[in-house]
Nanobody
Framework: QVQLVEAGGGLVQAGGSLRLSCLAS????????VGWFRQAPGKEREFAAA????????SYADSVKGRFTISKDDAKNTVYLQMNSLNPEDTAVYYC????????????????????WGQGTQVTVSS
């Protein structure tokens, strides 16, 4: 098991930026594929971005493509989500998730693929 702690959420105006971080402990992040999901009030938790174990492959939901960037720093056991051009529709609790990589370039976009989750960090975008 790996423990995940998200940080970096907050209140930002539309058009602004935030960088979320996901710090892993208990296991080295270098053997894990990681994803970011988000859940808005009254809605299902949805996929936002994912990165492979090696960091060589990434995937994004259409709603965030071109605005969000996921990256992985194994030396710091941390995954980041850089969020630019934020809009009120991005308001949600953002969750980091991780799973042992099946192979080095695999990415996972389904919630059910992940068995380790953080507690979430709130992102609120005001108009």
């Amino acid at each position: 098991q790996v423990q995940l702690v998200e940080a970096g959420g907050g209140l930002v105006q539309a058009g602004g930026s935030l960088r979320l971080s996901c710090l892993a402990s208990g296991r080295t992040f270098s053997t894990y594929a990681v994803g970011w999901f988000r859940q808005a009030p009254g809605k299902e938790r949805e996929f936002a971005a994912a990165i492979s174990q090696t960091g060589s492959r990434t995937s994004y939901a259409d709603s965030v493509k071109g605005r969000f960037t996921i990256s992985k720093d194994d030396a710091k056991n941390t995954v980041y989500l850089q969020m630019n051009s934020l809009n009120p529709e991005d308001t949600a609790v953002y969750y980091c998730a991780a799973r042992r990589a099946t192979y080095s370039v695999a990415i996972h976009i389904s919630r059910t693929d992940y068995d380790n989750w953080g507690q979430g960090t709130q992102v609120t975008v005001s108009s």
